[in-house]
């Protein structure tokens, strides 16, 4: 579903600053209905990775693809989901979920028919007609995600979609999360700075290097699924953890990146 070939991504200088190079080399392929988690240093470009298979930017050098076509703009195929939900604060839950098939131009009973099944999936029914500031941060996260999905893309690109929700409702999430893919089987690429979040919920976990980003582990997560949370807590979970901490620790060795990733870190083996 997503190929990357040999992707460089250089920003330019301006005003006299150096250019900054934020990928280097990057391949990658991510398969029809795969979940793959990515994982780096702050600055690596996770992020603009994401943002160059939307369209929001284009390589320097290299090509994307998605299902065999090259990437060269947004499209419905596509949909982002960021760290804050970004929800429009004039319009009600059920109108912020049914926003993206307005624009497609989707309405009457079809659009109330999608619009209400997403509410059901997302366990939201009793929330249609509230604004976004009455909801919890976790709750503001399921219309988002409702309203990325609701449009049926057939990829997903997660951007720390639970790094600003507090210990017990990311792990509400990250359930939710799990159980919500196997319902709808979407390919899932999906930036974290949590190596459990990464593990937990990936078929793959890819590690990036500090910047300029480079793909630097492309590990096979060895557990079936369904999982549940308390996998995190087996040694065979411990042991996968270990090698990714293996190839991420040398990436953290500045003190401007440990920060950032205690709580990934977090009660790993030394």
């Known amino acids: 579903m997503i190929a990357i070939h040999d992707v460089h991504m250089v920003y330019p200088g301006s005003r006299g600053r150096h250019a900054v190079p934020a990928l280097q080399g990057v391949d990658l392929r991510v398969d029809e209905g795969e979940f793959v988690s990515v994982v780096g240093p702050s600055g690596c470009g996770k992020s603009t990775l994401l943002h160059l298979l939307a369209g929001f930017e284009f390589p320097t050098e290299g090509r994307i693809e998605i299902d065999g076509q090259l990437v060269q703009r947004p499209g419905a195929d596509r949909a982002v989901v960021f760290q804050q939900a970004a929800l429009y604060p004039w319009m009600t839950v059920a109108e912020n979920i049914g926003f993206g098939l307005r624009i497609h131009g989707l309405r009457g009973a079809e659009y109330e028919r999608r619009v209400r099944d997403y509410l059901g999936i997302m366990g939201l029914e009793a929330f249609a007609k509230h604004a976004p500031y009455e909801l919890s941060g976790g709750m503001r996260q399921r219309v988002a995600i409702a309203r990325a999905l609701i449009t049926q893309p057939e990829t997903m690109l997660m951007d720390e979609p639970f790094g600003a929700l507090d210990a017990q409702t990311r792990n509400e999430m990250q359930r939710f999360l799990l159980r919500l893919w196997r319902t709808l089987r979407p390919t899932v690429l999906f930036v974290t700075h949590d190596v459990d979040e990464a593990i937990l919920l990936g078929d793959r976990v890819v590690v990036m290097t500090a910047r300029p980003g ?57």
Not at 236 to 251: A, D, I, T, W
């Open 214 to 270: 480079r793909v630097a582990l492309n590990l096979a997560v060895p557990f079936e699924r369904p999982r549940e949370w308390d996998l995190v807590l087996t040694p065979e979970f411990v042991g996968v953890k270990r090698q990714v901490l293996g190839v991420l620790r040398p990436q953290l060795e500045s003190a401007e990146h440990l920060e950032e990733f205690m709580a990934g870190i977090k009660g790993a083996p030394e």
